[in-house]
């Protein structure tokens, strides 16, 4: 009881302008972040200033996953944090992609803890993700195969079974542990994958919407405005619009 009193006196002592959080900015392979109820970012290093495309930490203070990541990755994000918040739970070294756009094939570690007022009121989250090495678990290792390969190959055919022999694992083994890690099965993460692409397309190009929804995997049109209206949330011929405008 004593020591837990020394902790808070001298944390009590601190001067108002040390700012303890910029040690996080010496770690460039750790993403950090504070975020408060609102999900805006009250803190951020320079790795998570990388994600986020921003030169410093000032041009995030404020703004929200969805001001910097597709839709789809902002709102994961978001539901993680409320997560969070309203149990009061911490998530610990969960495995997911790297928060990159379009997808990536890197892995990232992530674990987010609530964060408590004086009077115990939960106020907001803070966080921080780093890159899984090679040199970690072989099943992270062998996850980090697996999405290589979606990356490399999204336009392609990719059954869920050649997957899980490049795992290692048995079919039902494999699809498990993908959905522990990404929350989607192996199919759902190759759409999005295939979406998350055609919307780079659609932005930064002029082709035609049939020829992009071919040259990321989709031979069927309808498919392809069905499954990108779902995860993006509108046509992808209203999507072009409101990026290039």
Known sequence: MKKTLNRQAFFARLAPGQEILK??????DV?????????????LNRRGCEYCGVLSESEAIGKTDHDFFPKTRADEYREDDLQVMESKE???????????EA??????????????????????VAGFSR???RMQSGSADSLEKVME??????????PTGHLAEMAGLSASHFERRFRLAFGA?????????????AARW???????????AQSCGFYDHAHFSRSFQRIMKMSPTEYRKRKQS
Do not use: C
Request: hydrophobic letters at 35%.
């Open 149 to 158: 390969y979606i990356h490399a190959h999204y336009r392609e055919d990719i």
């Open 90 to 100: 911490a998530i610990i070294n969960r495995i997911e992609s790297a928060p990159e």
């Open 131 to 133: 890159q899984v090495e």
């Open 31 to 43: 993403s950090f972040f504070v975020k408060d109820r609102e999900g805006r970012f009250m803190a």
């Open 185 to 197: 099965s192996p199919r759902q993460y190759l759409i999005r994958v295939r979406v998350e692409n």
């Open 23 to 28: 040690l996080f900015d010496w770690l460039p």
């Open 103 to 124: 997808g990536s094939p890197r892995l990232v570690t992530t674990s987010k803890i609530p964060l408590k007022d004086r009077r115990g009121r939960v106020i907001g």
């Open 202 to 212: 659609l932005r930064e190009t002029d082709e035609r919407v049939t020829t992009i």
